[in-house]
């Protein structure tokens, strides 16, 4: 119940292109979903996060959608761009502790 | 200002050697996690600390891993003996009461053990 999927393992899209990335959970005590961004030899670093009271939350090109009934949720990349290339990962933490649970990641490739 | 900072950031051991990996949190922070990310199995909480307590050992894989954190500015992982199978990235994150929403990751230690 504590774990957190998420789809594709890889993606590859065009520049300019929209890039979406899908996670799902069970557990309905997870009270806050962040989304992280890893560069190739670097550490994850927050990206964007929403909490389950809101449907949606933008940041420029970064938008998450979130889905309560579902239990799912999703980040969308607007106008991808080759920068964006990197590994993504969704996370959900409880209202009880501080720990995340992290998805196992996607690994995004924008073309040029 | 000085984000998580590791070392080594890069470590080669031979099996049964012991390794420890260092780990300084960011000045302020009251919460400190170590996490290894592999291939196989992603990134995995391993322990993580809250005011130098350890909260949630649970992710540790075996008794060959223990943790530390004497005081709030430096925790270790120490692995011991090391095993071929500990081969991973492990990064250390510290988070505080006024972002606990945010956990900031070190850039990690690469750990082969040969």
Redesign the interface.
Known sequence: QQQVKQSPQSLIVQKGGISIINCAYENTAFD?F?WYQQFP??????LI?IRPDVSEKKEGRFTISFNKSAKQFSLHIMDSQPGDSATY?CAA?DNY?????????TRLSVLP | DAG?IQSPRHEVTEMGQEVTLRCKPISGHN?L?WYRQTMMR??E?LI?F?NNVP??DSGMPEDRFSAKMPNASFSTLKIQPSEPRDSAVY?C?S?GQAS?????????TRLTVL
């Open positions: 806050y962040p030899g670097k550490g994850p670093a927050l996060a990962f933490r502790g501080q720990n995340f649970v992290f998805g196992p990641g | 998580v919460s996690f992603g990134l909480l993580y809250n909260i949630d990064f994150a988070s606990y929403n945010e956990q900031f990751f070190g850039p990690g």
